[in-house]
């Protein structure tokens, strides 16, 4: 089975190129290759009259008329012949192959399938066979039978598939050898494999063929979770560096704050301190929604490894967040003797930064993916902390980690991820929430309007704008474009400053330097500037109490998450805050979508919402964060298997030194070297 494809009968060199462009190398890859979906097809040439109207169809008849061709306007060929079947006549149409005329002969008997149309008992053709045998008149034949589809490429049709896998089977049938341990199939009622290579290449019925798909979906999933355990097992079994509590420490930073912590916050602090004054490393996921207030509970466990006497590092996805969180930590630390430093690929002075950090003078870095360059070495790096980590890869957390020895990791989410998910990307980590937001938190009020009304916008910025508050206006593109419809930020801030007498103005997108931007970032911070223009370079983090409008313009552009994460600016205060969301189109989607904004403030509902919309892939780009290609497992479709896999990968991890689990253990071990190193 292992052998490569072109030494499987009828297949051979050329055939074996085109296979392999859809990932079928070896002959096991073929009997493993799947149907993405189970057509039925009707036998017409039973049929009594139940078959419905574009229904796909099969035919024994013979022809009964001479072909007939003829060209439409646009160059199109049509052909078409009347067949005798069982049930009377039926016209067959071929499009666009005229050179089957001479084929095509009276008295020839012929099996088609195609698509039916009811109203003309008419056919058209997509696969057609000449027979030399008379049609039997045979009406007790079945009259329903099942079809895989297989996705196919240029040069290799559906039979030329289905052939090559029935002699593929056929000879290596003997060789499926269950690999599932028995109690895990007894247990989860699972179907065995060879039954299931069978049935779903050759289903008898859909119930066969659906049982058969629910084992490798559960297989795929339960392959995947068990790697996740077996990944965080192995964490927990490295000796993690202990930290003393130091309450009094603790105490002393809690009085320094200008607020109060929520009770969320503190719950979590708590989960934090436990793990991190453990024998084992810490291994966590602090998920919040916009505006809880995660960035307090990150100083926390950053002020507690540095009271320890180690370095902490904190990494985020772009240079305005490492600036403000480096700003931050600055705040919450002024009364503390703790040297706090800033890299990203703009830092002047790298040389003498990495210096610092590897004598130990730096205690807490902040940076963007800077800090993972071979040059960073930390003298003693005890907690790595990542703000929004679904924008770092896989590699990135890991090659983070080996810069210390086993240190503790906290890994903070401002996007909320739908249960069902953040089981599957961060199932290797252990999971606290902040649910709550700050006291006095007033919801935002969200509005959807249309271009023709921005006016009316505008002077209700004027108004806001009057009572000393600030606000945003994001634009999708930095400069117009030919390609690319949408509004530019650089048109649009002439357009702002011409329409605002006497206000200031500031312009922020991701083509400025360095310089420029945190130039126009402290304007605006300081309250400077009353109205930022940006793109959605402030989509993650930006923290400015003050501002209490946002306007998001062509919002239909825009997915559901992002423009929380957008909304989410604003409303960080006390004051009341609004988000208006302009939206260019009519389409009824784009309407249904603000909709869903304007109904709703709860990030987690909302990121439900969105994946439900734009499904997995888009929803996160599922390659970059960690989320494999799946075959066979569909996140929306399929969450009622995530449970049972989960309490079966514990079955198996627990199980695994037994003899009747090794097979299967071994598969894991493979697939988690491959996909989690
Ligand atoms: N317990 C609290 N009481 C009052 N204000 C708080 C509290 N905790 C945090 N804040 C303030 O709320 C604002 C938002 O906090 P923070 O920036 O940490 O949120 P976040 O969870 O990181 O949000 P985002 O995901 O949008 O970055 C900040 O101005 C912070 O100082």
Redesign the pocket.
């Known amino acids: 089975m292992e052998r490569d494809i072109q030494y499987l009968k009828g297949v051979g060199p050329k055939r074996a190129r085109l296979f392999r462009t859809l990932g079928v190398n070896t002959i096991k890859d073929l009997i493993f290759y799947m149907p993405r979906e189970l057509e039925t097809v009707q036998d017409v040439s039973a049929m009594r009259n139940e078959v419905e109207d574009k229904a796909k169809v099969s035919l024994n008849g013979v022809i009964v008329t001479s072909p007939f061709l003829r060209k439409t306007r646009g160059n199109l060929s049509i052909l078409s012949a009347e067949v005798a079947g069982n049930l009377g006549r039926f016209k067959l149409v071929w499009f666009n192959q005229p050179f089957l005329k001479n084929k095509i002969i009276v008295g020839k008997s012929i099996s088609v399938k195609g698509v039916y149309n009811k109203q003309y008992r008419q056919i058209t053709v997509n696969e057609y066979k000449f027979n030399n045998a008379l049609v039997k008149n045979d009406t007790k034949k079945q009259t329903q039978y099942f079809r895989p589809i297989y996705p196919v490429t240029d040069g290799l049709t559906q039979s030329q598939i289905q052939q090559c896998i029935s002699i593929a089977i056929k000879k290596y049938e003997h060789q499926l050898v269950e690999y599932l341990p028995k109690e895990i199939m007894e247990m989860f009622n699972l179907c065995e494999i060879k039954k299931c290579i069978i049935s779903v290449h050759n289903p008898k019925s859909k119930d066969e063929w659906i049982e058969a798909k629910k084992r490798f979906i559960f297989e795929e999933i339960l392959t995947f979770k068990s790697a996740l355990l077996l990944g965080k097992e192995n964490i927990s079994r490295q000796s993690g560096i202990k930290h003393r509590l130091g309450q009094s420490l603790i105490d002393q930073f809690s009085k320094k704050?200008?607020?109060?912590?929520?009770e969320d916050?503190q719950k979590v602090i708590t989960e934090i301190i436990a793990d991190m004054t453990s024998l084992k490393p810490m291994n966590r996921l602090l998920q919040?929604?916009?505006?809880?207030?995660?960035?307090?509970?990150?100083a926390y466990s950053l002020f507690l490894t540095v009271c320890n006497g180690y370095q902490g590092a904190m990494m985020v996805p772009t240079e305005i967040?490492a600036e403000?969180h480096y700003y931050?930590l600055k705040d919450f630390f002024a009364f503390f003797d703790i040297n706090i430093e800033l890299l990203t690929s703009s830092t002047k002075g790298k040389s003498e930064s990495y210096k610092r950090i590897k004598n130990g003078e730096v205690d807490i870095i902040v940076g963007t993916h800077a800090i993972l360059q071979e040059k960073v070495e930390f003298k003693k790096l005890a907690l790595i902390v990542t703000?929004?980590q679904h924008r770092f890869g896989v590699e990135q957390r890991s090659s983070l980690r080996n810069k210390g020895e086993h240190p503790h990791v906290l890994v903070?989410?401002?996007?909320p991820i739908p249960r069902t998910m953040s089981q599957i990307i961060y199932g290797d980590l252990d999971i606290s929430y902040?649910k709550q937001?700050?006291?006095?938190?007033k919801p935002i009020k969200t509005y959807s309007t249309t271009p023709n009304n921005r006016n009316r916008v505008f002077d209700f910025i004027k108004k806001e704008i009057s009572k000393g508050q600030q606000c945003y206006i994001v634009c999708p593109l930095v400069e117009e474009s030919d390609k690319v419809s949408g509004l530019a930020v650089t048109q649009y801030y002439d357009m702002v400053k011409n329409y605002f007498d006497n206000v200031k103005v500031g312009l922020l997108h991701g083509k400025m330097n360095s310089r420029q931007k945190e130039e126009v970032m402290n304007g605006f911070k300081k309250g400077e500037t009353s109205i930022l223009v940006s793109t959605t370079v402030i989509e993650?983090?930006?923290?400015?109490?003050n501002a209490n409008i946002i306007v998001i313009e062509n919002s239909e552009k825009f997915g559901l998450s992002q423009l929380h994460?957008l909304r989410?600016?604003v409303g960080?205060?006390s004051i009341q805050s609004y988000c208006i969301l302009v939206c260019h189109t009519n389409s009824s989607t784009a309407k249904q979508r603000m909709k869903i904004m304007t109904k709703t403030v709860d990030g987690f509902d909302i990121s439900e919402e969105d994946l439900k919309l734009r499904g997995p892939g888009e929803f996160f780009g599922t390659r970059q964060h960690g989320i494999p290609e799946f075959k066979h497992f569909d996140m929306l479709k399929h969450q009622d298997y995530i449970q049972p896999a989960t309490e079966a990968a514990e079955v198996i991890l627990k199980n695994k030194e037994t003899e009747s689990y090794r097979l299967f253990f071994d598969k894991i071990k493979e697939f988690a070297k491959n996909y989690l190193d």
């Open positions: 704050l200008k607020f109060k912590l929520t916050q919040g929604d916009v505006g809880s207030g995660k960035t307090v509970v990150a967040l403000q931050n703000d929004e903070m989410s401002a996007t902040i937001l700050p006291k006095g938190r993650v983090g930006v923290d400015v109490s994460q989410g600016r960080r205060g």
